[in-house]
């Protein structure tokens, strides 16, 4: 079962959640913040079964045998609640005080804690946080809430200051390289591919890795890259075309692209202003890169990357993706320095 141990990156949060498990000296509430994916509720599982188990290891590490940590790994201990919510955009205030406020105050069934671990607190409506914000400045002695969120700007400065923050820090495309090849047994090249496209976001790296479409995807795009400066924009469509068809999910398979084509203006810049292809996330198209920098300016860049978050948001509104994505090439051979 997996413990501490199997958290990849994240020493900083992995050092303080063990000495206070090992310590016994849990705060009320601690707010862990990072992408979507990032591992947040995974570590929050192994820090409650930390602070439950029954066997603990003189490190902090749960034992991962004892019922304890069964039961919080299959999420069915009692004491280890989960709050969850019907909309998808937001968790409201009768949501909150059911599973949280008012069940704060029974005390705890079988464990010393109670633990509530709230996924997407950054939805916590102003309402229901201030519902919140009552049992943190108050809160029962067994009780520890972890809130878990991708961001906290939408998140009352007061519930902040109450909380431990856990910021995630994106893990370095070295350390996920080797857990790809370690623990989940990715061949060198996809491990590669699939940890500098995740930009430091384990589950990322963990879901390109288990995708057998991920690699095809990944050379498809770049092979459009590559024409984007020179080819007509029929014929980059109908190549985006050809990529979306090889699978059943058009949608997910145009993000992907997207994404690609997202790190691929990323790594223009960092070359155009470094010259340098150390840190080139397409590392493979290192002479298409140095090209291409060199027919195309900064600003071009940037209007570019402007234009393809304007057609990701035009997509988003349900604007026609082969017309949205017209739009976007027509910039990019503009801008990229092509000559058609
Ligand atoms: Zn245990």
């Known amino acids: 079962m997996p413990g501490f141990r199997d958290i990849v990156g994240q020493t900083h949060i992995k050092n303080l959640l063990m000495r206070t498990a090992r310590e016994g000296t849990a705060s009320h509430a601690y707010l862990l913040a990072g992408e979507e994916k990032a591992g947040k509720t995974f570590i929050a599982r192994i820090f409650a079964q930390a602070l439950l188990c029954e066997r603990r290891a003189e490190?902090?590490?749960p034992c991962g045998q004892c019922p304890s940590c069964k039961k919080?790994?299959?999420?069915?201990?009692?004491?280890?609640?989960?709050?969850?919510?019907?909309?998808?955009?937001?968790?409201?205030?009768?949501?909150?005080?059911?599973?949280?406020?008012?069940?704060a105050y029974l005390t705890p069934y079988a464990a010393e804690r109670k633990i509530y671990i709230v996924p997407d607190a950054h939805l916590i409506t102003r309402d229901a946080q201030n519902k919140l914000l009552k049992t943190l400045e108050e809160p029962p002695s067994y009780v520890t809430?972890?809130?878990?969120?991708?961001?906290?700007?939408?998140?009352?400065?007061?519930?902040?200051?109450?909380?431990?923050?856990?910021?995630?820090?994106?893990?370095?495309?070295?350390e996920l390289y080797a857990f790809l090849r370690k623990q989940q047994g990715a061949s060198e090249y996809k491990a590669?591919?699939?940890?500098?496209?995740?930009?430091?976001?384990t589950g990322k790296a963990i879901a390109h890795a288990s995708d057998p479409q991920f690699e095809t995807n990944a050379r498809a795009a770049m092979r459009l890259i590559e024409t984007l400066r020179n080819v007509t924009v029929p014929e980059t469509n109908k190549q985006m075309k050809?990529?979306?068809?090889?699978?059943?999910?058009?949608?997910?398979?145009?993000?992907?692209?997207l994404n690609i084509i997202r790190c691929l203006l990323r790594d223009l810049m960092v070359y155009k202003a470094t010259g340098e292809k150390?840190?080139?996330?397409?590392?493979?198209?290192?002479?298409?890169?140095?090209?291409?920098?060199?027919?195309?300016?900064?600003?071009?860049?940037?209007?570019?990357?402007?234009?393809?978050?304007?057609a990701r948001t035009r997509i988003e509104a349900n604007v026609s993706p082969v017309y949205a994505l017209e739009?976007?090439?027509?910039?990019?051979r503009d801008c990229l320095g092509g000559n058609t």
Do not use: W
Not at 192 to 199: K, M, Q, V, Y
């Open 72 to 103: 919080v790994m299959a999420d069915a201990h009692p004491d280890v609640r989960t709050v969850v919510h019907e909309k998808e955009g937001s968790i409201r205030v009768s949501e909150i005080i059911e599973q949280l406020v008012d069940d």
């Open 327 to 332: 739009l976007f090439f027509v910039k990019a």
């Open 242 to 257: 050809a990529i979306s068809s090889e699978n059943a999910t058009e949608r997910e398979t145009r993000e992907e692209v």
């Open 192 to 201: 590669s591919l699939s940890a500098r496209f995740a930009r430091g976001n």
């Open 59 to 61: 490190s902090g590490e």
């Open 145 to 174: 809430i972890l809130l878990l969120a991708t961001g906290t700007d939408a998140m009352l400065p007061t519930i902040k200051s109450r909380c431990v923050p856990l910021p995630l820090r994106p893990v370095p495309t070295q």
């Open 278 to 310: 150390e840190h080139l996330i397409l590392e493979e198209q290192e002479e298409y890169i140095r090209d291409t920098a060199a027919t195309s300016t900064f600003r071009g860049l940037a209007e570019t990357a402007e234009a393809l978050r304007t």
